[in-house]
């Protein structure tokens, strides 16, 4: 174990130092304390069992507790937006077939395949831009909100979504070509 993280005591007061921070990281992402809170345990149990993932050569410790919760956040966000994205489509999809007598056999199938090329424009985005979009889509934040969350200036949160969405849009125009 790194000298920095050397034993339980080490940890144990890693923890009492940093860990207000990085729920605080993570709460600006999540904006909700028990999910944030479960991202802390997650970041702490990652340094207990390998701690030998930060290097005191490029950072400090708490800002790299700091980083870290916040793209475990970022990436439970993402997760959960996922998973809301497709039940809403599920129940747009379930509504038009109670009220149609006959849906076409083919409507579910273009619509996971529509869903399908609408995440791999996404993914095909660099993380940046993934996120601003993402933020700015699935979670509705404003601009502003972005910057706010993502600790970067406004013209940068508008750039990135601007960007984001342009390629996306190409990604899809060249899939449909």
Do not use: C
Request: zero cysteines; aromatic letters at 4%; glycine letters at 6%.
């Amino acid at each position: 174990m790194p000298p920095h993280l050397n034993g339980p005591q080490t940890l144990d007061d890693a923890y009492r130092l940093y860990a207000p921070r990085a729920l605080a990281a993570a709460l600006r992402v999540l904006r909700e304390h028990a999910a944030a809170e479960d991202v802390v345990q997650d970041v702490f149990i990652s340094l207990w069992r390998n701690p030998s993932q930060f290097d005191p050569n490029r950072g400090s410790l708490p800002s790299y507790i700091s980083m870290l919760a916040r793209s475990r956040a970022l990436d439970r966000w993402r997760s959960q937006t996922a998973h809301d994205a497709a039940l809403e489509r599920e129940a747009r999809a379930q509504g038009p077939r109670e009220r149609t007598a006959s849906p076409g056999a083919h409507e579910p199938t273009l619509d996971r395949e529509r869903s399908r090329e609408v995440m791999g424009a996404l993914d095909s985005l660099p993380d940046t831009q993934r996120d601003a979009v993402l933020l700015a889509f699935g979670r509705g934040l404003t601009a502003r909100e972005i910057a706010r969350v993502s600790d970067i200036p406004l013209g940068t949160a508008k750039s990135r979504i601007r960007l984001g969405l342009q390629k996306a849009r190409e990604s899809l125009e060249a899939a449909a070509a």
